[in-house]
């Protein structure tokens, strides 16, 4: 398998413009998570997704950031309007569930990122 | 909320051995280790469930201690390739969060 796939690996964009990052996770895993890391706040999800439906978005900044999952090969972390306090590397990881326990994930695969630099 | 890392920091002669500490102030369901390069995405080391148990990876064990809301991550006998940033990350009992602790930059010097 390829691993979790993400694009664009680098983003520049300029201050009020959209931006859109996608994520391919893995084949057959049941969640995918996106996280944001800066050197300031380090590493925090901002929202992941179990069968293609959002569990927990608590950690979106606010209403500038949308993400959706139209089906379970395929997600999109979008930010409009995009601001420089929003440069930072994206994440998107994905793993199964954890069978043996209630709830819960197992390995969770990150994919490379996408570096995003917002002047 | 987040879980807290101890150390920060940590230098390390090869061969040394380190612990990583990653303590909650909530109540855990499971923690997961990861540990990042630069430049790099984290990558998975070991997941520990709630009941005390200890894994091992190699030269790398962790244990979860549940009372205390407390994993600790054991590197033995150090090797270069241990350099990176260690994250515990951590689901909370009774609610679908996940959520990464604070980090340890780890260097092992030859």
């Known amino acids: 398998d390829a691993g979790v796939i993400q694009s664009p690996r680098h983003e520049v964009t300029e201050m009020g413009q959209e931006v859109t990052l996608r994520c391919k996770p893995i084949s057959g895993h049941d969640y995918l998570f996106w996280y944001r890391q800066t050197m300031m706040r380090g590493l925090e999800l901002l929202i992941y997704f179990n069968n293609n439906v959002p569990i927990d978005d608590s950690g979106m900044p606010e209403d500038r950031f949308s993400a959706k999952m139209p089906n379970a090969s395929f997600s999109t972390l979008k930010i409009q309007p995009s601001e420089p306090r929003d440069s930072a590397v994206y994440f998107c990881?994905?793993?199964?569930?954890?069978?043996?326990?209630?709830?819960?994930?197992?390995?969770?695969?990150f994919g490379p990122g996408t570096r995003l630099t917002v002047l | 909320q987040q879980p807290v890392q101890s150390p920060q920091a940590v230098i390390l002669r090869e061969g040394e051995d380190a612990v990583i500490n990653c303590s909650s102030s909530k109540a855990l369901y499971s923690v997961h280790w990861y540990r990042q390069k630069h430049g790099e995405a984290p990558v998975f080391l070991m997941i520990?469930?709630?009941?005390?148990e200890q894994k091992g990876h190699e030269k790398i064990s962790a244990s979860f201690n549940e009372k205390k809301q407390q994993s600790s991550l054991y590197l033995t006998a150090s090797q270069l390739s241990y350099s990176g940033t260690y994250f515990c990350g951590t689901e909370y009992a009774g609610t679908y969060k996940y959520i990464f602790g604070t980090g340890t930059r780890l260097k092992v010097l030859a």
């Open positions: 520990l469930l709630k009941g005390g």
């Open positions: 990881a994905s793993s199964l569930a954890a069978l043996e326990r209630e709830w819960g994930t197992d390995t969770q695969y």
